[in-house]
């Protein structure tokens, strides 16, 4: 149950900093249009799961379970981020294209 020391010659996992690039593309995107964020959000956060699990089963031969981390949660944010934005932007387009009830 101790955390693995790194061997000689340890590299970093690749999806690592590919979720975590993503994870921060999809927050900053998310926010200003949304969508974005709904597509980026859970690529970050199923590509840093599987590193973090990759990371864990090499006993050391890896690293950049950090890296990894941050990518997931920072998916799991901006998911959620990109869909309120985007249902927001959806309720303003209803509320702007209904015009004034009939009289």
Do not use: C, Q
């Amino acid at each position: 149950m101790y955390p693995h020391v790194p061997v000689a010659g340890a590299r970093n996992d690749s999806g690592a900093l590919v979720s975590l690039i993503a994870g921060i593309f999809g927050l900053l995107l998310g926010l200003a249009l949304g969508i974005p964020g709904l597509i980026l959000g859970p690529l970050a956060y199923f590509m840093g799961k599987a590193s973090v699990s990759r990371i864990d089963a090499s006993e050391g031969k890896l690293l950049g379970r950090s890296s990894a981390a941050a990518g997931w949660v920072i998916g799991v944010i901006a998911t959620a981020l990109g869909a309120i934005v985007t249902l927001t932007w959806f309720v303003i387009w209803l509320v702007s294209i209904s015009g004034p009830p009939p009289t």
